[in-house]
């Protein structure tokens, strides 16, 4: 298949273009502009990735994605930190929500005059659910954002939804959970704290302070 991977220099993006690769695929991964490729890929797998720079927030996108005929795209470019997303939520709602509904606007209306027919991958985040329950989620659970990145997300899932009624682009809408890795940066939880564990053992403390009661 030939797949279009937004946000491909991102961590899950890395990740993801890597089993793409490694099942087969012909890839095509967006970045931002002047931002080099997701470090964790090796200098063969660069290689292998056809690269565009695209900024999902762009309101010239139209004339940036080039006419290929994807078999899928997965979104996932996006203001990804809940941090950045409370410092700027104008940004959040750019980048996340309105640049969805541009990429999928684009992609619908090419779909209208039978040039593609693309499946559409949006990854939102199960944040959109809002505050924990104490019961495991139900994907029929009702959106209740308590942030501006869940927000701004919920907020890219009506776009595509809205996309997908008007233009028949096909859609699937996935709301992960929060997840961890290796090449993760230290804006998210995880490497954060596996950081301050570190610069205090390289320093030789003979105590660590996590800030936790």
């Known amino acids: 298949m030939k797949i279009l991977v937004t946000g491909a220099d991102g961590f899950v993006g890395g990740w993801l273009v890597r ?26 797998e660069r290689q292998a ?68 027919d693309p499946l559409f991958l949006m990854i939102s985040t199960a944040e ?3 505050q924990g329950m104490g019961v ?23 776009a595509v939804a809205e996309a997908m009624r008007r233009t028949g682009l096909r859609v699937i809408v996935a ?3 929060p997840h961890t890795g290796p090449y993760q940066d230290t804006r998210f939880v995880v490497p954060a704290l596996a950081e301050r564990l570190r610069i205090p053992k390289r320093a030789g403390a003979p105590a660590t302070s996590l800030g936790c009661a």
């Open 49 to 116: 990735v056809e690269w565009l720079e695209l900024d999902v927030a762009e309101s010239h996108l139209a004339l940036r994605l080039p006419p290929d005929r994807w078999d899928a795209v997965v979104h996932l470019a996006a203001v990804a930190s809940g941090r950045e997303a409370r410092v700027d939520p104008g940004r959040a709602w750019e980048v996340n929500a309105a640049g969805t509904a541009r990429l999928a606007g684009v992609l619908g209306e090419r779909v209208e005059r039978g040039e593609i």
């Open 175 to 177: 709301r992960p959970f």
């Open 128 to 130: 959109v659910y809002g």
């Open 19 to 44: 089993a793409l690769l490694q099942a087969g695929h012909t890839i095509t991964g967006s970045c931002r502009p002047r931002i080099p490729p997701a470090s964790l890929l090796t200098g063969e």
């Open 136 to 158: 495991p989620r139900q994907e029929e659970d009702p959106a209740e954002p308590c942030s501006p990145y869940a927000a701004s997300k919920a907020g890219a899932e009506v």
